[in-house]
């Protein structure tokens, strides 16, 4: 093995699958969760509550504490990757601080998985974690990419991006990444990642939707066209490259989460689209719909810069205010034609 540990901050479903990767190249990973269950399972092999089937080889463990991780590590901890959701960064960076810098002290990576925006200050993940860390910015990586977690484990051939500020750590965390089935390909546009990486949760709610009103694969290609095209217009904003939104965290993972069976964004929709309320369905699903709370942060980014984002005002409405998507798709089909470059 190249490295000794590694460490995944949150035992869900993609930092499990994230984990597992890591042991192509790590002689120890250790999750770290809050869950006794979670705990148990991981331990046992399985995290059967997010990947039940998918076996874990004997290199992953889990770890309830810094005390029980310092026991488990083998060597130093060489790299971190947090699966933590948008809803918990904040808190858990606030009161393990202390605990994360003993490591970013020593120059070891930090890797995001979140994939959101704040709904309340609408703050990207990078701005959250250099609130804490911003001293170590050049540490600070963000993933995203298509990638649901039973495919990764099950070694289908994935590739993601990989964003930073720094170029040579970047090319460094890639190769702690890297497998024979997992490619990380290093970017340093970190907004254009970020926004992909949140923005097509909100489409494939939507595609999800259509798909349950019965609408195919003709509504399906409109969508991920017109949706990608307001997708650039949020980048404009943030200063993001054009071109990123066209890679694996713009269009691919658009395509992936609007058209694949395992999207949790899509099923949301789905049920949606049968006429049941978002809160209870969130109230009966163990993952996180993250495309649920960045609608709703999307629609006032659209509002603070003005920007032209139908699709997206369009599923605000339907999500948090109850309009019927039938009729919000007949508003959106029934508007007079525009050229593109037209505000």
Not at 55 to 75: F, Q, R
Not at 85 to 110: Q, T
Not at 320 to 330: C, E, F, I, N, R
């Given at each position: 093995?190249?490295?000794?540990?590694?460490?995944?901050?949150?035992?869900?479903?993609?930092?499990?699958?994230?984990?597992?990767?890591?042991?192509?190249?790590?002689?120890?990973?250790?999750?770290?969760?809050?869950?006794?269950?979670?705990?148990?399972?991981?331990?046992?092999?399985?995290?059967?509550?997010?990947?039940?089937?998918?076996?874990?080889?004997?290199?992953?463990?889990?770890?309830?504490?810094?005390?029980?991780?310092?026991?488990?590590?083998?060597?130093?901890?060489?790299?971190?990757?947090?699966?933590?959701?948008?809803?918990?960064?904040?808190?858990?960076?606030?009161?393990?601080?202390?605990?994360?810098?003993?490591?970013?002290?020593?120059?070891?990576?930090?890797?995001?998985?979140?994939?959101?925006?704040?709904?309340?200050?609408?703050?990207?993940?990078?701005?959250?974690?250099?609130?804490?860390?911003?001293?170590?910015?050049?540490?600070?990586?963000?993933?995203?990419?298509?990638?649901?977690?039973?495919?990764?484990?099950?070694?289908?051939?994935?590739?993601?991006?990989?964003?930073?500020?720094?170029?040579?750590?970047?090319?460094?965390?890639?190769?702690?990444?890297?497998?024979?089935?997992?490619?990380?390909?290093?970017?340093?546009?970190?907004?254009?990642?970020?926004?992909?990486?949140?923005?097509?949760?909100?489409?494939?709610?939507?595609?999800?939707?259509?798909?349950?009103?019965?609408?195919?694969?003709?509504?399906?290609?409109?969508?991920?066209?017109?949706?990608?095209?307001?997708?650039?217009?949020?980048?404009?904003?943030?200063?993001?490259?054009?071109?990123?939104?066209?890679?694996?965290?713009?269009?691919?993972?658009?395509i992936l989460t609007t058209t694949g069976e395992l999207s949790r964004n899509k099923?949301?929709?789905?049920?949606?689209?049968?006429?049941?309320?978002?809160?209870?369905?969130?109230?009966?699903?163990?993952?996180?719909?993250?495309?649920?709370?960045?609608?709703?942060?999307?629609?006032?980014?659209?509002?603070?810069?003005?920007?032209?984002?139908?699709?997206?005002?369009?599923?605000?409405?339907?999500?948090?205010?109850?309009?019927?998507?039938?009729?919000?798709?007949?508003?959106?089909?029934?508007?007079?034609?525009?050229?593109?470059?037209?505000?």
């Amino acid at each position: 093995m190249k490295f000794k540990t590694a460490l995944v901050l949150a035992g869900g479903a993609f930092g499990t699958a994230i984990g597992f990767v890591l042991t192509q190249n790590f002689e120890k990973v250790i999750v770290m969760v809050r869950s006794r269950e979670i705990y148990d399972e991981i331990n046992r092999g399985e995290n059967s509550t997010y990947l039940p089937g998918q076996k874990l080889p004997s290199t992953i463990c889990a770890a309830m504490s810094w005390d029980e991780v310092a026991k488990l590590t083998v060597g130093e901890v060489e790299m971190i990757v947090s699966g933590l959701p948008m809803s918990a960064i904040e808190d858990f960076c606030a009161k393990n601080e202390k605990e994360l810098c003993e490591h970013l002290d020593r120059g070891v990576p930090l890797v995001s998985l979140a994939k959101g925006i704040d709904h309340e200050t609408l703050k990207l993940p990078d701005e959250l974690f250099k609130t804490h860390f911003g001293i170590y910015r050049k540490q600070l990586m963000y993933l995203s990419g298509p990638s649901f977690a039973k495919e990764i484990i099950d070694k289908q051939i994935t590739m993601v991006s990989l964003a930073g500020e720094d170029r040579d750590k970047l090319l460094i965390a890639c190769d702690m990444l890297g497998a024979d089935f997992f490619k990380a390909v290093p970017t340093t546009d970190v907004k254009g990642v970020l926004l992909g990486g949140s923005l097509k949760n909100v489409i494939a709610i939507a595609g999800g939707i259509m798909e349950g009103l019965g609408y195919n694969h003709n509504t399906r290609a409109a969508l991920i066209t017109r949706g990608i095209v307001e997708m650039l217009r949020f980048g404009n904003e943030f200063g993001a490259r054009p071109e990123t939104f066209y890679g694996p965290s713009g269009m691919g993972d658009l395509i992936l989460t609007t058209t694949g069976e395992l999207s949790r964004n899509k099923s949301f929709g789905i049920e949606i689209a049968k006429g049941r309320k978002a809160e209870e369905i969130i109230a009966h699903t163990k993952s996180v719909v993250e495309g649920y709370k960045t609608t709703k942060a999307a629609h006032l980014l659209a509002e603070k810069f003005h920007i032209r984002a139908r699709i997206f005002s369009g599923l605000y409405e339907v999500l948090y205010h109850g309009a019927d998507p039938k009729l919000v798709v007949q508003g959106l089909m029934s508007l007079p034609p525009k050229f593109e470059d037209e505000a």
